[in-house]
């Protein structure tokens, strides 16, 4: 079984992705590809296509609750690394919840872990 991530992909479809525009300016060690972001304030860039009424990550490939994943992973801002999934980590994860609930999709529980493979 794949990781529930990989059938899912809600939290990219869902939240306003904004961080420091230092994260996308490669001078500072920034990684997230400039082209890929817009300016939402002096300080803060966020993910195009994020921004939208209905939400939906430039980055993101795929079908949300089909199968989906992270178009540039090792490239993604850090608030998308702190987004934890519901359980993964015996916990759960409320921006996890809100975007599943929001796309139609059950929260994760404990029993989604018990046969998934490790991201
Ligand atoms: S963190 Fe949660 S909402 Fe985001 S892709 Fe994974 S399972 Fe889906
Ligand atoms: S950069 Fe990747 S992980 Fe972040 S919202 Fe976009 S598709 Fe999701």
Do not use: I, N
């Not at 529930?4 to 420091?20: D, E, I, K, M, Q």
Request: proline share 9%.
């Amino acid at each position: 079984m794949l990781h529930p991530c990989l059938s899912c992909g809600a939290c990219c479809a869902y939240f306003r992705v904004a961080f420091h525009w230092s994260e996308a300016d490669a001078a500072l060690g920034g990684v997230v590809p400039p082209e890929l972001t817009e300016t939402l304030d002096p300080h803060r860039l966020v993910m195009r296509g994020t921004q939208a009424s209905r939400p939906r990550c430039v980055a993101l490939q795929g079908t949300v609750g089909e199968a989906a994943h992270c178009g540039v992973y090792e490239r993604r801002p850090s608030v998308c690394r702190e987004v934890e999934p519901s359980w993964e980590f015996g916990r759960p994860s409320p921006q996890c919840d809100k975007a599943r609930l929001g796309h139609g999709l059950p929260a994760l529980t404990p029993a989604d872990w018990a046969s998934s493979s490790a991201a």
